[in-house]
């Protein structure tokens, strides 16, 4: 336990010393909604629709840097290696960054909300808000897992290139900053492959109750697809330690 | 094949290998490989680049699986949670996350350990105080090998494996690792490094572990080792040709060194002699006994 907490300590403090990941992982996703779901708002319901997909957003970014390039640099460093010789369990280093990521995600998450609840003029009950901070929260799950398969199988440049290119994929064809429905409808079709639509629509489900959407379907996809990236983690984590 | 050995069973055993085989893909990195470390003293690795050393010591760390053979430390099978707290370790090629200062990353590995030493021990034997607080990132390359060292004793360890400590520190940063080995040492905790500079296995080792492709071509007292490349090096210069001085008592091998010739004697006095009667105007003549590099030399060149 205690090695837990000094863990999750080292990995705050190495997270808070790097201002290249603290500032575009916590301050982009509220200064977009900001101008898009806010300024830009023309008296539709922008504010309501995009607090639900930056919300996700928001989550994507400290999951899949902080564990795709934070363990590819670590690992490269032959860091990993000593840390399997030391008699730490080997969860301890990753449920540190995970703990360290979630904390991350609620502190992105916030300015949000405040936000929208306060600018933007979004309503919603108490219980919603949970509900969809719970949503938000979860959502760091499959990103985490992308994180850790990347982070696991690639050198550091490539990492840091494959979770640019995963995160701004995930993030447009996932619809998080343009609505899917304005999309073609091949892209539309593009979606269903995305987490992060999915997660998006299930966030939606609580703020933009005007329409209806299929959540037992996109609950259960997006298990599914949970599942499959645990498979990936597991086996890139397994991989890079039988050599 | 070992063309040295001496049994020291009678000494408590810290790393006991037999018949260890590793390979990667077809080639062979430990080649049935078996030795037997005692539990006090330091020991020494030899071996060019390649000849199986860092492979040897992921082995008994339970970084690498053997294809075959057993590996255990204190009786302990490597790689449990129970073994690793025994060991302390220093990888080649390792840097510790940059962002941390030596402190924190002291703190960190303090929750691993049953019985941690503290900051100010580790301070005081590993000179850490000038830069405790300073960001790893921040320190000189004898810097950060100190903090690393300072990790590697931090679990008061019975045995600590170091894998080429001093590579690339200059002598005086190498100077301070060496003294806070022998320190270590003293303290009763047996040390494994290993290394390509056989002056610091002359200066730092009670025993010596010659490797060359995957096999221990020497293992005993580095004293011994030392002894078997011939009681001393003669260097001269002469008219006399080679196979001439070959034929002289004693006389173990010569060798061209530009404009002097190096030979190796087990009994210096009785070969000089006898060369100065072959050739008096023989000139330019030193003896020195012996190195361990000699010792090296001589053993590579008989595998």
């Not at chain 1, 304005?182 to 892209?187: H, Q, R, Y």
């Not at chain 1, 599942?227 to 597991?234: D, S």
Request: proline share 3%.
């Amino acid at each position: 336990m205690s090695i837990l907490v000094k863990e999750t300590g080292a990995e705050l403090l190495k997270a808070i010393r790097a201002p290249e990941f603290i500032l575009p992982t916590i301050f982009m996703p509220s200064l977009f909604y900001t101008i898009f779901g806010v300024i830009l708002n023309k008296g539709g319901n922008s504010a309501d629709y995009l607090l639900a997909t930056y919300g996700v957003f928001a989550v994507m970014g400290p999951a899949i840097f902080g564990f795709g390039t934070g363990v590819a640099s670590e690992r490269e460093r032959g860091w990993l290696d000593l840390k399997r010789a030391l008699p730490s369990p080997a969860y301890s280093y990753i449920l540190a960054k995970l703990l360290t990521t979630l904390m991350f995600t609620a502190i992105a998450l916030m300015p949000i909300y405040l936000i929208a609840g306060f600018v933007g003029n979004v309503e919603l009950a108490r219980g919603d808000w949970f509900s969809l901070f719970a949503i938000h929260l979860s959502a760091t799950i499959p990103f985490v897992l992308i994180g850790i398969a990347l982070g696991f199988s690639l050198n550091s440049g490539g990492a840091i290139a494959l979770s640019n290119i995963l995160f701004l994929s995930l993030a447009i064809l996932g619809g998080l900053w343009f609505p899917v429905f304005l999309f073609p409808e091949f892209m539309q079709t593009l979606a269903n492959f995305m987490p992060s639509f999915h997660l998006a629509e299930l966030a939606l489900s609580i703020v933009d109750t005007g329409k209806e959407r299929a959540t037992g379907f996109h609950t259960l996809t997006i298990i599914v697809m949970t599942l499959g990236f645990l498979a990936l983690a597991i086996f890139a984590w397994l991989r890079q330690r039988s050599i | 094949m070992t063309l040295i050995n001496s049994n020291s069973t009678e000494l408590a055993s810290a790393l006991l290998c037999s018949d260890v085989i590793k390979r990667f893909g077809n080639k062979t990195a430990l080649d049935s490989l078996s030795l037997n470390i005692s539990a006090t003293g330091v020991t020494a690795i030899l071996g060019a680049n390649g000849a199986g050393k860092t492979t040897l010591i992921n082995c008994a760390l339970g970084l690498l699986k053997p294809n075959s053979g057993s590996i255990s430390l204190f009786g302990k099978a490597p790689g449990l949670a129970e073994t690793k707290q025994l060991v302390g370790v220093m990888l080649q090629d390792t840097n510790l996350p940059d962002l941390l200062s030596a402190r924190e990353h002291i703190e960190l590995f303090q929750s691993y350990y049953h019985t941690p030493l503290s900051i100010s021990q580790l301070c005081e034997l590993c000179d850490l105080d000038a830069f405790i607080d300073q960001r790893y990132k921040k320190l000189s390359g004898g810097q950060k090998r100190r903090v690393q060292f300072a990790l590697s004793i931090l679990g008061q360890p019975k045995i600590v494996f170091l894998d080429e400590p001093t590579t690339g520190l200059d002598i005086s940063a190498r100077k301070t690792v060496w003294r806070t080995i022998r320190k270590l040492s003293q303290n009763g905790t047996a040390i494994v490094l290993t290394t390509h500079y056989l002056e610091e296995a002359d200066s730092l080792a009670d025993h010596t572990i010659v490797m060359s492709n995957g096999q221990i071509i020497a293992d005993a007292p580095t004293e011994q080792i030392r002894a078997s490349a011939g009681g001393a090096v003669i260097r001269c210069s002469t008219k006399l040709d080679a196979q001439t001085i070959a034929a002289v008592e004693h006389v173990e091998s010569v060798d061209h060194h530009g404009k002097h010739l190096e030979i190796r004697s087990a009994d210096a006095s009785k070969s000089v002699k006898r060369l100065f009667e072959l050739d008096p105007s023989l000139s330019n003549l030193t003896i020195s006994k012996s190195s361990l590099e000699d010792a090296f030399l001589e053993l590579n060149r008989k595998v």
